[in-house]
């Protein structure tokens, strides 16, 4: 890949470039301002760029958000510590960040391993392309389910979709959103604070109840037992995106057969389509985010190629239509 570093520390720069090369990657130019930054992307165009978060001549989510309406790039956000730091962190992320990562620094070998592993995620990431045949089951399970899945920009996709919703919705709610698990606790919490409904992290043999958002609690993936009770695998261990929303849409097809309603909302890749294929071959409803209001449109573009999405709709009616959708699926 080619690799942009965006830091007003050259100590770090340096650093980066060394961890670059170690993994085989080109660092194409860095920069120690946003301002020039922006000179340099209309020149290259790099596959991923690595972003200090407290870069100080332009905020970090504007930067992101002008990147990303002009030219949409994988975008990392690094900062010298996740502590008390979830909620720029995922304003960043809503404009358009894939991820982040805590600042690699020499005395500390598990921020360097943390960094590669990242880097070497999206590497594979834009080569994935994984697909799988869904089996179903019975079980005793009557409540609807509602599975949303999310990635770059899902933060504030989120919030816009959740924020609609009643506030005790009779059903299931299941969010996948790409999240390493040392943001995916705060992440819970800052959409909990905007929303009306109670959001909480997914424990291994929790019974899911009505009226809760679950989350997942690490990059491993989040799936539903044929019991209908919530675990954490970590297979498949080379697929990229983590935790995968395929992976928990396919695991609810088998396990949950009864009304679901699937949501895939922006985000890079295409992790998600095929299982909401499995929804839609299910007779489920099935809904894409239109391209007009994605910060980056792979995932559902990748759905919308499948004929996997009965309804294509802006942000702005998703929350309404799952409303309806719920409401419909009570009368029954």
């Known amino acids: 890949m080619n690799v942009a570093i965006i830091h007003s520390n050259s100590d770090v720069t340096h ?10 990657h080109i660092v194409c130019w860095d920069s120690n301002t946003c301002q020039h930054a922006l000179i340099k992307l209309n020149n290259i165009i790099p596959d991923l760029i690595l972003l200090e978060l407290d870069i100080l001549d332009i ?7 002008s990147i990303m309406s002009s030219t949409p790039t994988t975008i990392i956000v690094i900062c010298k510590t996740a502590h008390n730091r979830a909620g720029k962190i995922f304003e960043a992320m809503s404009a358009g960040a894939l991820d982040a990562c805590t600042e690699p620094t020499t005395n500390n ?16 990431l834009h080569k994935a392309n994984i697909t799988a ?5 019975t079980s005793d399970r009557n409540l609807p389910l509602l599975a949303i899945g999310a990635s770059t920009g899902g933060p504030a996709a989120l919030i816009k979709v ?8 009779h059903a299931v709610i299941v969010v996948i959103q790409h999240m390493d ?13 905007q929303i009306q409904i109670k959001v909480e992290i997914a424990a291994i043999n929790q019974k899911p109840q009505p009226g809760v958002v679950y989350m997942a609690a690490s990059d491993d993936h989040l799936i539903l037992q044929p019991s209908g009770l919530f675990d954490y695998t970590a297979e498949p261990v080379k697929y990229p995106y983590r935790p995968s929303v395929d992976i928990f849409f396919e695991s609810a097809v088998t396990n949950w057969p009864n009304k679901m309603i699937g949501v895939l909302l922006t985000g890079m890749g295409r992790d998600g389509a095929n299982g909401l294929l499995s929804f839609y071959n299910r007779g489920m409803l ?31 009616d998703i929350g309404d239509a799952i409303n309806q959708a719920l409401l419909t699926i009570g009368k029954k």
């Open 162 to 169: 959740l924020s609609k919703l009643t506030p005790k919705p």
């Open 15 to 24: 650093l980066l470039r060394y961890l670059l090369a170690d993994l085989g």
């Open 133 to 137: 045949t869904p089996t179903i089951n």
């Open 59 to 65: 905020p970090a989510t504007e930067f992101i958000s």
């Open 181 to 193: 698990k040392q943001f995916s606790a705060g992440m819970a919490k800052w959409i909990g604070e």
């Open 286 to 316: 099935t809904i894409a985010q239109n391209e007009e209001s994605c910060a980056v449109f792979g995932m559902p573009k990748a759905a919308i190629a499948l004929n996997a999405a009965q309804k294509i709709l802006h942000i702005d």
């Open 109 to 124: 070998p598990l921020s360097i391993q943390d960094v590669k592993r990242k880097i070497q995620n999206i590497n594979s």
